[in-house]
């Protein structure tokens, strides 16, 4: 479900940040969406920079539901961006007016995706996925990917070709799961494959926050060819 409307955006001060036609708010979210307060994803008209966020169209709004003290999912944003993790989502809180109705406190977030101020690399050179469980190709009608072992990648963005995305990925985790860490069919080994410290990066903040989505669902990769590494 979705509709069209209008934003006002004020700062913390009072004073108008932003006056923009939303294209659609809708729902959003996988268990997020069971909960009585709802997550909502929002595409605007135009590209507007909210709260000195960047400039863009597509925006969410998280309800942090399950967190009552709606301080983790934005703290582990800032850890992200604190240790250089590269593209990390910024979030501000914002108290949620829609129609009148207060809806409550709620995370207002970049979205994932290819774009100048986000995931900035060359949109036709390039993909983004997430690897997601295999029940969410039912609701999220997106293309998608599964590999040798089983891993199935979501395609959010690709400008290289759904079968060059399958060669780049599974050739990966060929190298992954060798004994000697070298994929068979390329010849390469993982290092020269995967961005490490981007990955490492990753698996300290899962570890850190205990996230009980890791390497399994809503994990997001990126790829240009001029690079030739997953990251």
Known sequence: HSEGGSLRLYTPEGTLDC??????IAGRGNST??????????????????????????????????DSSHIRNKAAYDFAREIGAA??????????YANGEYLGLYLLTERNQIHPQRVAIPE??????????????????????????GNLLMIRQNGLGQER????????????YADDGIDPVTGKHWRELIDVDSWAEQYLLREVF???????????????QSVGRLY
């Open 165 to 176: 995305l399958r060669q780049v990925w599974q050739s990966a985790e060929n190298a992954i």
């Open 210 to 224: 205990a996230d009980g989505d890791a390497c399994a669902m809503s994990q997001f990769f990126y790829y240009t």
């Open 19 to 24: 006056s923009a036609g939303v294209q659609e």
């Open 33 to 66: 969406w069971e909960a009585e307060k709802k997550p909502y994803r929002l595409k605007l008209t135009a590209q507007q920079n909210l709260l000195d966020m960047g400039a863009a169209k597509d925006w969410i709004l998280l309800a942090d539901d399950f």
């Open 124 to 149: 036709e050179e390039s993909f983004l996925v997430s690897m997601e469980w295999p029940a969410r190709t039912q609701w999220e009608q997106l293309p998608n990917v599964v590999s040798q072992r």
């Open 87 to 96: 593209f990390s989502p910024e979030a501000q809180w914002v108290d949620f």
